[in-house]
């Protein structure tokens, strides 16, 4: 009983200045009281120096705007397909070879250049850039058309038998330079990732080169080109599956396209339609292109 009465001074002693310590340790980590320390071990530590210097704002979608970014930059994917002056796809049949498949009529678009200016908190600005789009245009029917003549000309094919012959892919191919012009609002000026943002512009357009395609189902073969009356016109043969052949085929050499764009975030939905025509006038039918599509990656 002495010896108990003798060490219970030097007992207090430890549990006070144990006490002491761990309160200390635990303003030093906040995890002590889960059972472990950061300084446990190298890695743990090297955690908690790099927690130190953890910021939100490292994060692309997370980081705070400090000036206007508009949505033209990036890689685009579209439906694409024309119509006639009575907003329609029904054609005249005086040119059945414009007759075309939209699900399989795509545009790629590709803007690596993007110039912004604000004109308001960073909430409404102006855009433009530069940028490159691919349109492609798949017909149904089995016709072929010549390049060399005063207007645009189709004529059916058909083998030496006189049946239309199938081919696998039959469509045209027009590339331009585009240059935009948009007006924005956002709603948000501080981060990207949480905004809404509404596009109206137009897209002024050069083009930069165009060709036809179609591939057959045999090669080795003689083909015959007929008009709309029947009568054979040429004759040709083809050596490969494949046949491209590049012109202008009476394509305008400029446009102008009105431009949509909506979106939240990185999500970006546009639309766009031709202010003019996609055939030089007089040669070649009356037709406007449009697009639809979404921002696959932007920038």
Same mark, same amino acid.
């Given at each position: ?55 939100? @704002?490292?994060? !692309?979608?997370?980081? %705070?705007? *400090? +000036? ?8 685009? &994917?579209? =439906? ?80 030496? @038998?006189?049946? !239309?012959?199938?081919? %696998?892919? *039959? +469509? ?8 935009? &012009?948009? =007006? ?116």
């Amino acid at each position: 009983m002495k010896t108990i009465l003798k060490l219970t001074p030097i007992f207090i002693l430890l549990v006070l200045f144990s006490t002491n310590t761990n309160a200390q340790d635990e303003k030093k980590c906040p995890l002590h009281k889960h059972g472990w320390h950061m300084a446990d071990s190298a890695a743990m530590a090297d955690f908690s120096s790099s927690m130190e210097n953890f910021n939100m @704002q490292d994060f !692309p979608f997370c980081k %705070h705007k *400090n +000036k206007f970014n508009g949505h033209w930059a990036g890689f685009e &994917l579209a =439906f694409s397909g024309y119509v006639n002056p009575d907003f329609n796809m029904t054609f005249n049949p005086a040119y059945p070879y414009m007759n075309m498949n939209t699900a399989r009529s795509i545009t790629v678009n590709f803007n690596p250049f993007e110039l912004n200016l604000n004109l308001y908190k960073n909430k409404i600005g102006l855009t433009t850039g530069l940028g490159f789009q691919t349109s492609n245009y798949y017909f149904t029917d089995d016709y072929v058309m010549i390049q060399d003549s005063a207007s645009l000309v189709a004529f059916q094919v058909q083998d030496a @038998q006189g049946n !239309p012959v199938s081919m %696998h892919v *039959n +469509k045209m191919v027009v590339s331009y330079l585009n240059l935009p &012009l948009f =007006f924005e609002y956002q709603t948000n000026p501080l981060r990207r990732i949480n905004s809404f943002h509404v596009t109206v512009g137009v897209i002024a357009g050069v083009r930069i080169g165009s060709y036809t395609k179609q591939q057959y189902n045999d090669k080795g073969e003689s083909y015959v080109l007929v008009d709309a009356h029947g009568n054979q016109v040429a004759t040709f043969d083809v050596d490969k599956y494949s046949v491209q052949n590049r012109g202008s085929y009476h394509l305008s050499p400029f446009k102008v396209d009105a431009a949509f764009r909506i979106g939240w975030s990185r999500l970006n939905l546009f639309g766009t339609y031709s202010l003019t025509q996609m055939f030089q006038k007089n040669q070649g039918p009356e037709l406007y292109p449009f697009t639809v599509g979404i921002t696959l990656l932007g920038w």
